[in-house]
T-cell receptor
């Protein structure tokens, strides 16, 4: 699975959009980009995933660049409950899910 | 109803003891996993079972023995516990292993070895 690189930490004001970047320059054509988050030592929670096209669900949007070398997770209106560690993972449909260090997102009042 | 449940949530024990952590999922999934999160917060996969069959064993010491009596359960037994086994252990499940479906995680079992 391709290695992903994320900033160690980010801050965001409550109510604003949180944009979390992820670099995956060595991603292969059959690897999906997945995002999970972990809120304070709870079990990780799936957010969204995509292959080439941008994706949106009730939690977030995923923007993948045309060359697929990077992506951005967007939480449109961050709340205090969105404070968590966010993991960006590149994975094939038959591969295991391998977590990196992730980005610690802190949402401030 | 909790989708993936683990017991116990907390476990404190002495070095050298044997302990088990149980996991059950009520999602009807075929695949279950054990992950370990150490003190540095790295989440690493340990095992995966698909339809009760072991498909991933990530060079985990053989003191760790997973057992899957049926598709809904994956238990983790640890023999001769060592200090380095202290961690949070997460169970997870997915509909199938080969696919793009999400993993559902339990709340974790925090093991402390004294």
């Amino acid at each position: 699975d391709a290695k992903t690189t994320q900033p160690t930490s980010m801050d965001c004001a409550e109510g604003r959009a949180a944009n979390l970047p992820c670099n995956h320059s060595t991603i292969s054509g059959n690897e999906y980009v997945y995002w999970y988050r972990q809120i304070h030592s709870q079990g990780p929670q799936y957010i969204i995933h995509g292959l080439k096209n941008n994706e949106t669900n009730e939690m977030a949007s995923l923007i993948i660049t045309e060359d697929r070398k990077s992506s951005t997770l967007i939480l449109p209106h961050a709340t205090l409950r969105d404070t968590a560690v966010y993991y960006c993972i590149a994975r094939t449909s038959y591969g295991k899910l391998t977590f990196g260090q992730g980005t610690i997102l802190t949402v401030h009042p | 109803d909790t989708a993936v449940s683990q017991t116990p949530k907390y476990l404190v024990t002495q070095m050298g003891n044997d302990k088990s952590i149980k996991c059950e999922q009520n999602l009807g999934h075929d695949t279950m996993y054990w992950y370990k999160q150490d003190s540095k917060k790295f989440l690493k996969i340990m095992f995966s079972y698909n339809n009760k069959e072991l498909i991933i064993n990530e060079t985990v010491p053989n003191r760790f023995s997973p057992k899957s009596p049926d598709k809904a359960h994956l238990n983790l037994h640890i023999n001769s516990l060592e200090l380095g086994d202290s961690a949070v252990y997460f169970c997870a499940s997915s509909q199938v292993f080969w696919g793009t479906g999400e993993l559902f995680f339990g709340e974790g079992s925090r093991l402390t070895v004294l």
